[in-house]
């Protein structure tokens, strides 16, 4: 790596650590839904902790016990396993301790995501544009605020993908990711076309052992947990996946006859299809990209923290197709730096401000086009990168 490069690694981080500090510290909240009309900082790493004190005073983690151990909290939605091990662990300090020490971990995840990134990289030109996924990304913002582990989540599929691509064992970081989100088995079938038979095998009795402990003890929490994916039908001003979309459009907006079964062949159809390039073709990183952004189209409540699972995504083909910035912004690659710009940058929430005389509300009670606008912009960069990923595997 040369001076020239370093340099600008610096200025890059400077201005993630300028824009993290100014997202702690309060003062870009209207940019976001969550942090304007949610319960406050740090509300989701609260879920996590109240877990663990839940569990050292001997009660159920998913007991709503908000304000006991914390100012405020969301329920427990996750796995037993990240209740009572970080959640235990974070109890030995005072929750917003606790919570900085939280966003700390995270930031050496980043820089660990960096090293690997650069690892990748043939030049340092391509290294550079590789880098900024990982410094500058709103929803990277809006995770840290709200204390989230999407992006545990996001960084160890993001090592197992490596993995896979340099044959090294952190391609079983994968064991892990699903402990700490379930959503990380959207990936299972590019494991099984790999013929990692092994790992997925283990890692099912991983989630079997570390959670059926629990449940023994809390044989209620069962159902609490599953509840996480009912199939609900509705829209939020915080859910920016397809699901939503599609309930505003098709069923408040147009009232079309058997909304669920058009739904149901729509994810259905872009199932199989992502099955068939997955079995089809081998390229690892086309495929991973393929079934994070499928995940976006059937998930029933996607958060804008959420997309931080597309940070690895947009660096992984930076590195793959060895881009430069003119290589980036030629015909065949343009799609990347805009679908970027769609998904990196924050949602329209803010806008309501000009038109709504300085007051945040839900956005869906707000004008249709807004809207459906607001709703819309981040899925759509999603379904410009799925169908852009299919050009490229043929």
């Not at 068939?276 to 499928?294: H, R």
């Not at 003119?326 to 015909?331: D, E, G, H, I, R």
């Amino acid at each position: 790596m040369n001076k020239k490069t370093k340099i600008i690694l610096i200025i890059l981080f400077c201005i993630h650590l300028i824009l993290l500090t100014l997202v702690l510290s309060n003062k870009l909240n209207s940019l976001f839904n969550d942090a304007t009309l949610r319960k406050g900082k740090a509300a989701d790493f609260f879920a996590v902790y109240q877990a663990g004190n839940n569990i050292l005073e001997g009660k159920s983690l998913y007991l709503d016990t908000e304000g006991i151990s914390t100012p405020y909290s969301y329920p427990y939605r996750y796995l037993p396993f990240i209740g009572y091990s970080i959640g235990v662990l974070f109890n030995l300090l005072a929750p917003f301790t606790a919570y900085y020490l939280w966003i700390f971990i995270n930031e050496l995840l980043l820089l660990f995501n960096l090293y690997l990134t650069w690892k990748l990289s043939k030049s340092n030109k391509t290294f550079i544009l590789a880098s900024i996924p990982w410094f500058i990304f709103s929803p990277y913002l809006l995770e840290m605020y709200m204390g989230q582990c999407s992006f545990l989540m996001t960084s160890l599929i993001f090592y197992s993908i490596y993995g896979l691509i340099n044959k090294s064992k952190l391609i079983y970081s994968y064991l892990l990711a699903p402990l700490v989100k379930p959503n990380a088995l959207i990936l299972s079938p590019l494991f099984l076309r790999l013929k990692k038979f092994k790992l997925l095998l283990l890692n099912a009795l991983i989630i079997i052992l570390t959670s059926s402990i629990y449940f023994l003890f809390f044989k209620e929490d069962i159902n609490i947990f599953l509840k996480n994916f009912s199939d609900s039908w509705y829209s939020h001003g915080g859910n920016l996946g397809f699901k939503s979309l599609y309930y505003l459009i098709f069923i408040r907006y147009l009232n079309i006859p058997l909304p669920r079964l058009w739904f149901f062949g729509f994810i259905i159809t872009f199932g199989l299809m992502t099955l068939y390039f997955t079995f089809k073709y081998k390229d690892i990183i086309l495929t991973y990209t393929l079934w994070i952004c499928y995940f976006f189209l059937i998930y029933k409540d996607v958060w804008e923290h959420h997309y931080v699972l597309l940070m690895p995504v947009f660096s992984l083909l930076i590195v793959k197709y060895k881009l430069t910035i003119n290589k980036l912004f030629s015909k065949k690659f343009i799609l990347i730096p805009i679908t970027f710009l769609l998904i990196s940058l924050p949602s329209i929430f803010a806008l309501q401000y000009f038109f709504n005389t300085g007051n945040y509300v839900e956005p869906d009670t707000l004008n249709p086009l807004y809207v459906i606008s607001y709703h819309s912009i981040k899925i759509f960069g999603v379904m410009i990168l799925y169908f852009f990923s299919i050009n490229l595997i043929k």
